[in-house]
């Protein structure tokens, strides 16, 4: 029998600066814990081996924070890790973030120990958009950095984005993505500013010049429609991608793998459980591992994650497979309603969110669920 397939998430919460529109966990300034917080990921990622010992690892992600910020040497300790205690796929996709100020030939040393694809955090075009959200790399470093990662073996690259910033125009946002483009990245994730409470942005929020919903919304719009001419599909509300090249890590998220997560902070699906570790560095550092979330998800939840997760793709759901595994049919009459306004579009089984769609798809699926109660 074949083994299944495990994706690994390792959560790095270390930055240089924390920027101004951030909700993950990470901190600035806790230089000295980056050692000790290395030998206790690999204490929990050995401590673990043994729940995935029938499982085969195709996909690891390290992310942050900024991974790249603590170096090749603890980097590499951290796969090492992962090879010593997990069955690592050979074609397994092995991602590293990092933005473009922490990117030096130091990365053929990550290469070399097996990460084959890195994930960089552009995000702007324009310095001074760059410099007003806590970004401390500029644009000319960006194009420096995609240059080392190719010197060092790299040839899968992505870049993120992201519109409705404070002060970015719909020409600034083309700029940014045709400068992004020009870099020619395997993938391009496009993201709209959410303000989250809590960050500088957010308690800013009434004095920035922030575009309003129909800019941001034309600002998608355009991007969704200019990037396949460029030869990057979209598979996913936010992510584009070459063909072949669409994040295999991020599509177990949307088509409900199972994942384990390793790290202050990180989230798992493993075992019919999700599962998520406190988000407290000086405990994980030692080694008092507490959930902040345990919950057994029952096949209702499950149900329920799936519509939710697949209407996210532009495969969509399919509604034979919908209708065998759960018992339960997509509502017709809103299904014909969204149809109708251009939101989807329908092929044979198969419903999913056009572009339009996409930019109200919290509204479609909140209704889709309420419908499927």
């Known amino acids: 029998m074949d083994s299944k397939t495990l994706g690994l998430y390792i959560h790095v919460p270390f930055c240089r600066s924390k920027c101004a529109y951030c909700d993950f966990y990470s901190l600035s300034g806790a230089d000295a814990l980056m050692s000790p917080y290395t030998d206790a990921l690999c204490t929990q990622l050995e401590a673990f081996a043994g729940d995935a010992a029938g499982y085969v690892v195709d996909t690891v992600y390290v992310g942050g924070g900024t991974p790249s910020c603590i170096g090749a040497g603890r980097l590499s300790r951290i796969l090492g890790a992962v090879r010593r205690g997990y069955r690592v796929a050979p074609d397994a996709e092995i991602t590293v973030e990092a933005n473009p100020d922490s990117v030096g030939d130091w990365f053929a040393e990550l290469r070399a120990a097996g990460y084959n694809r890195v994930s960089l955090g552009m995000q702007s075009a324009d310095n001074a958009i ?18 080392t ?21 719909a020409s ?14 395997e993938h391009l994730s496009c993201y709209g500013l ?33 990037l396949p001419a460029y030869g990057y599909r979209q598979y996913e509300i936010s992510n584009f991608a070459r063909p072949g090249r669409a994040s295999r890590h991020n599509l177990k998220y949307w088509t409900l793998g199972e994942y384990l997560g390793f790290g202050t ?47 996210r793709t532009v495969y969509g759901v399919d509604l034979r497979e919908y209708r065998d595994t759960f018992g339960r049919d997509f509502d017709a009459d809103f299904l014909s ?20 769609g996409f930019l109200v798809s919290n509204q479609i699926i909140g209704r889709a669920l309420e419908l499927s109660e």
């Open 337 to 356: 309603q969204c149809i109708g306004a251009g939101y989807a579009v329908r092929n044979g089984e198969r419903v999913s969110l056009t572009p339009r």
């Open 265 to 311: 902070g990180a989230h798992s699906d493993f075992g019919g459980v999700r599962f998520a570790w406190a988000r407290d560095l000086s405990a994980f550092v030692d080694r008092k591992w507490a959930y902040s979330e345990y919950t057994r998800i029952t096949a209702r939840e499950r149900s329920r994650e799936w519509l939710m997760l697949r209407l």
């Open 130 to 147: 760059l410099r007003d959200i806590g970004r401390i790399h500029t644009v000319e470093q960006v194009a420096d950095a995609v240059s």
């Open 194 to 226: 959410k303000l989250e409470p809590g960050t500088p942005l957010y308690r800013r929020r009434n004095a920035l010049p922030l575009p309003d919903d129909d800019a941001q919304a034309d600002m998608y719009l355009w991007a969704a429609d200019a």
């Open 149 to 169: 990662l190719r010197r060092a073996g790299f040839e899968n690259l992505s870049l993120d984005l992201i519109y409705g910033l404070p002060g970015q125009s």
């Open 172 to 185: 600034s946002w083309r700029d940014s993505v045709e400068y992004a483009v020009g870099l020619s990245p």
